[in-house]
């Protein structure tokens, strides 16, 4: 099992900028995959960005050159700076992690409200 932490959270104007992190503990694979989704009440969990072990990303298209997903060298970490925030950006950031293990392996962080005013 892998327990996932995340911190960042807030409230910032439009405009602003955030950095969410997460922290993953427990049995970690080397060959991972870590990122960050985000929900709205109502809405399904949405995809926001991920970062494979070998440095491959993968973006939503609403990123648009505004949100940088990055992690550390031991691979237990992830972060992801936002900037350039806009009131459609509020939601519950979740934390994803997944690896395979003769099958796959998912787990996720409780989730950090972000909230942007106009």
């Known amino acids: 099992q892998v327990q996932l932490m995340e911190s960042g959270g807030g409230m910032v104007q439009a405009g602003g900028s955030l950095r969410l992190s997460c922290l993953a503990s427990?049995?970690?694979?080397?060959?991972?995959?870590m990122g960050w989704y985000r929900q709205v009440p109502g809405n399904e969990r949405e995809l926001v960005a991920i970062l494979n072990s070998g440095g491959s990303t993968k973006y939503a298209d609403f990123v648009k050159g505004r949100l940088t997903i990055s992690r550390d060298n031991a691979r237990t970490a992830v972060y992801l700076q936002m900037n350039g925030l806009r009131p459609e950006d509020t939601a519950v950031y979740y934390c994803?992690?997944?690896?395979?293990?003769?099958?796959?392996?998912?787990?996720w962080g409780q989730g950090t409200q972000v909230t942007i005013s106009s």
């Open positions: 427990g049995r970690i694979f080397s060959s991972n995959v």
């Open positions: 994803y992690y997944y690896h395979y293990d003769g099958g796959p392996v998912t787990n």
